[in-house]
């Protein structure tokens, strides 16, 4: 039985890339992360680069990634949906970049990234994970792969919540809760021997609908852009 908070994630995602194109105003496809956007030019490969974009979705930070790494890099793009590997793989090929992307279904969870990367970019990723100990296993098998003077780019929603019509109030449903003063401290573990270059605390509201009723998504991200040492 596919549990409650990955009934929602795979619901959410299979409506939004159904109704929603990248680059066009609208929704949050219209642009990449600001902040994935400032990692980008600290990528300094000697040669050609590997970047990895977990939770690649159609393409909103790879085709960014490829513009900027070298000729001959590669991007994967992970995602766990095939409907958005398969827009993802259009995406790069109408952006010129259909060499340097590969889409990959899976779920990040199981994907082990089987090369020295460069750049691991997980934006709104880990909170879709199946637990706290799944959390921590895959950033550790991250940081393993990861070049040193490797990047990690991470964006992490915590404190979710729903507001309904009426003002009604609930917490956000999703694979994997967390808090900003949880997340907060397992970065400075995971973390404590990288070189901390950006870290920040942000939040966004998000108008959605649900079956056709309006709701308001709020969340706040804890952001982190590290170089290991």
């Not at 979705?57 to 949906?81: E, M, Y």
């Not at 998000?206 to 009723?213: L, S, T, Y």
């Amino acid at each position: 039985m596919i549990p409650p908070g990955r009934q929602e994630t795979l619901r959410y995602h299979r409506d939004f890339y159904a109704h929603h194109q990248l680059n066009v105003p609208g929704s949050w496809l219209h642009r990449p992360s600001p902040f994935v956007l400032r990692a980008l030019p600290r990528l300094t490969p000697p040669a050609a680069a590997l970047v990895v974009d977990l939770g690649a979705g159609v393409g909103r930070h790879a085709i960014p990634a490829a513009q900027a790494v070298p000729p001959d890099s590669r991007v994967l793009g992970v995602d766990l949906l095939p409907e958005a590997a398969k827009i993802l793989g259009a995406n790069a090929v109408a952006a010129g970049f259909g060499p340097t992307i590969r889409p990959v279904v899976a779920d990040i969870e199981n994907f082990g990234i089987n090369a020295a990367a460069d750049l691991v970019i997980a934006c709104s990723a880990l909170e879709h994970l199946s637990g706290r100990t799944a959390i921590e296993r895959v950033v550790r098998e991250w940081q393993g792969t990861t070049k040193v003077n490797g990047l990690h780019c991470l964006v992490i929603g915590v404190d979710r919540t729903e507001v309904h019509p009426g003002g009604v109030v609930r917490a956000a449903e999703v694979e994997c809760p967390l808090s900003r003063v949880e997340v907060e401290g397992l970065l400075r573990r995971w973390y404590s021997d990288w070189d901390w270059l950006e870290h920040s605390v942000g939040g966004y509201g998000v108008a959605e609908d649900r079956d056709g009723v309006p709701y308001v998504l709020n969340a706040v991200c804890v952001r982190l852009l590290a170089r290991r040492t």
